[in-house]
């Protein structure tokens, strides 16, 4: 009898977690860990973010000038390729990764923790970077695979990768502050704010809808019309304390 309700009870459990995010806290944050110490490699400034990586991307592509001697041409060529190629890194992992529906409680534990709580509390200005701990041991991986592949052009291809990224996290930054700068911007905020509070398995490109379009995952922004209430749920509230609620 235990037994069978210990299944139902997890059944249940894994269920409302595969749920769309439906509610959305205005203020706090997530308690992800119980740990303070875990707790504290689960947050980022973005100034700490691009102040990190910069020096390094600065100095990989340094070497690339000058231990491998490859010219300016070729460097930004190749720059520019890695950072187009993770407009599509971001949607694949996005749609497929972020988004993924677990079967395990270990995996719906995942998958809340690396985006799930995001959609719970879009407010949490903490969370739209992955972390400096994990970043850095995600961003060493991705390098040495890319050096396996293409050996010495990883020196410039990498650092426009990770450009990229940069730029994802400050889109995703500024898509939750600020309305758009610019009118043709539009439809990239509409995009993903639809993609909170309409249909999290439409509307995964962040920094560009180039592979939504591709993909078919696109919002018609023509017959969707805006919801004023919703979108101002999604955007940071200013001078608001920032408050820790239960561990999820």
């Known amino acids: 009898m235990q037994s069978l309700l210990s299944v139902t009870l997890q059944t249940a459990f894994l269920y409302l977690c595969a749920m769309q995010f439906e509610k959305i806290h205005n203020k706090g944050q997530a308690r992800l860990f119980k740990n303070d110490f875990l707790e504290m490699l689960t947050k980022a400034n973005p100034l700490v973010i691009w102040g990190m990586y910069i020096p390094i991307l600065s100095y990989i592509i340094y070497l690339a000038a000058t231990r491998y001697q490859y010219s300016t041409g070729t460097i930004l060529l190749v720059f ?18 972020f988004h993924w529906v677990p079967k395990t409680p270990g995996a719906t534990k995942f998958v809340y923790t690396l985006h799930g709580n995001h959609h719970h509390y879009p407010r949490d200005k903490q969370r739209l970077f992955m972390p400096p701990v994990p970043s850095l041991l995600i961003s060493s991986s991705l390098f040495g695979l890319m050096y396996l592949i293409m050996r010495s052009y990883a020196f410039m291809f990498f650092p426009g990768f990770l450009f990229g990224y940069l730029m994802y996290g400050t889109m995703h930054y500024a898509i939750h502050a600020w309305n758009p700068p610019f009118k043709w911007m539009k439809g990239l905020w509409r995009n993903h ?28 922004l023509k017959k969707e019309k805006e919801d004023k209430e919703k979108v101002k749920e999604l955007m940071f509230a200013r001078s608001e304390p920032t408050k820790q609620l239960q561990e999820h």
């Open 193 to 220: 704010h639809l993609h909170h509070y309409k249909n999290e398995h439409l509307g995964f490109g962040v920094s560009s809808t180039l592979w939504d379009h591709v993909f078919g995952t696109m919002f018609d």
């Open 80 to 97: 520019f390729s890695g950072m187009f190629f993770w407009t599509f890194f971001e949607y694949i992992a996005h749609r497929f990764i």
